[in-house]
């Protein structure tokens, strides 16, 4: 069990609360969108951006305790969960940790009142885990910035007013923001894909957009070194949404088990049955504990996630996750295995995991380098 303070104690029990009362009915009925019920309910009680300084509205707490927040609503609806993993540990928390006051003055407040989402772009037709590949470019034309590229599995466009896009300067890779509505004409959707779960993702290209300076995030060798570190923060964000869809499908299993019966008796009694869920459990915690870690280690000295934790705790729940779906739909039997049945969308929830913020591959590549850089960290 996790040593928690009073205050996120608080947040815990009040976000489990309010998930249950509040998100159970309609959970897994969003058919792939987003549910905005819960997030303006989210940003009412003040539980939307709790890592987002305050004089954006949002909580002022850290990292640690949106992913507390992550895990304790998706627990019961992982779509609420998928949204405040997006909105609280990927593009809104690069802006306010590398974004000029004008940038973070103008978008943040819309994203922590429910209002308004930011999505990121970095992967291209021809370059995804392989950034030093992009082609989006930002150039210097007549005294002004201008991008200029194609993006693709970009989540969130439908719903968001600005865009966080990765792109080569001439002095190397960095990030911009792009205010959506007044690039409109410039933004040119090619097409919507829609994923397993149903969630839709955009390729877009992008014609002459006029970037200002204050809306230029990072840049040139230093600057964009520090957001791939901060992509350790992103990585941990989505191994919390593996452990709550986790945690659900565990809870769902084991509330079946004991309601159905054969052979005069609950199936959770049988010994097959009593060994898969004790698995589910060592598997689902064996991932807490290794994602938890690596944040409070963060958190406690004050820096990004180290590597190899980071790229442990992404690796090792992405797999867990999709056993724990598996297993859970395995005790479910053809009921789970039906199109509607909740299982049935946690599986599909499930696979993407192992693909988003960095693939399994990209994660062991992670490891091996860090190992091989510094070996296996000290017992103190």
Same mark, same amino acid.
């Given at each position: 069990m ?12 009040s ?5 249950h009362?509040e ?5 897994f ?9 819960n997030i303006?309910?989210?940003a009412?009680?003040?539980y939307?951006g709790? /890592? ?5 509205g &949002?909580?002022?707490m850290?990292e640690f ?6 895990e ?13 993993y997006?909105q609280?540990m990927v593009?809104?928390?690069g802006?306010?940790?590398? &974004?000029?006051?004008t ?5 943040l407040?819309g994203?922590?009142a ?6 990121i772009?970095?992967?291209?037709p021809?370059?995804?885990s ?6 989006t470019?930002v ?6 910035l ?13 719903h968001?007013?600005a865009?966080v896009?990765w792109?080569?300067?001439p002095?190397g890779l ?9 690039n409109?004409?410039?933004?040119e959707?090619?097409?919507h894909?829609t994923?397993m779960?149903?969630?839709?993702q955009?390729?877009f290209r992008m ?11 990072t840049?040139?060798t ?12 992103e990585?941990?964000g989505s ?6 869809i986790?945690?659900?499908a565990?809870?769902k299993?084991l ?8 052979f005069?008796?609950?199936?959770a009694?049988?010994?097959?049955i ?5 698995d ?6 064996? $991932?807490? $504990? ?6 409070l /280690?963060?958190?406690?000295?004050? =820096? ?7 790229s ?9 996750v999709?056993?724990?779906?598996s297993? $859970? ?8 295995y039906?199109q509607?049945?909740a299982?049935?969308?946690?599986h ?5 995991? =192992?693909?988003?913020?960095g ?5 062991k590549?992670?490891?091996?380098a860090?190992?091989?850089?510094? &070996?296996?960290?000290?017992?103190t």
């Open positions: 996790l040593s928690l303070s009073a205050e996120q104690e608080m947040v815990v029990s976000l489990e609360a309010l998930a009362n998100f159970s009915d309609a959970a009925s969003w058919d792939g969108n987003i549910p905005l019920e303006e309910l989210l009412d009680r003040g939307l709790l /890592n987002i300084s305050e004089e954006y &949002g909580g002022g850290g305790e949106a992913m507390l927040s992550i304790a609503v998706g627990q019961v609806c992982p779509d609420t969960a998928e949204y405040l997006n609280q593009a809104p928390r802006i306010e940790m590398f &974004g000029s006051d940038v973070k003055d103008r978008y407040p994203v922590t429910g209002e308004d989402a930011i999505a772009a970095i992967s291209e021809e370059a995804g392989d950034v030093g590949a992009m082609n470019t150039e210097a034309e007549n005294g002004e201008v991008l200029n590229g194609e993006k693709v599995w970009v989540s969130n466009i439908p968001a007013s865009c896009v792109a080569r300067f002095d960095g990030s911009v923001v792009i205010d959506l509505d007044d409109e004409d410039s933004v959707i090619e097409q894909y994923n779960a149903n969630h839709t955009t390729q014609h002459d957009i006029v970037i200002p300076e204050t809306h230029v995030l840049r040139g230093d600057g964009f070194k520090q957001q791939l570190q901060a992509l350790n923060w990585r941990l191994a919390t949404l593996s452990n709550a986790g945690r659900c565990l809870d299993a509330e079946y088990g004991q309601q159905r019966e054969q005069d008796q609950p199936i009694d049988f010994q097959g009593e060994w898969k869920l004790a589910m459990v060592k598997e689902l915690e064996a $991932s807490r $504990s290794l994602t938890y870690r690596a944040a /280690n963060a958190e406690e000295q004050g =820096r990004i996630p180290d590597r190899m934790d980071a442990l705790a992404k690796l090792y729940s992405g797999e867990m999709e056993t724990v779906v297993e $859970s739909l395995q005790i479910h039997g053809a009921n789970g039906q509607g049945h299982l049935e969308y946690l599909r929830l499930a696979r993407g995991r =192992r693909l988003a913020a693939t399994d591959e990209i994660q590549n992670q490891i091996a860090a190992l091989k850089q510094d &070996g296996l960290p000290s017992l």
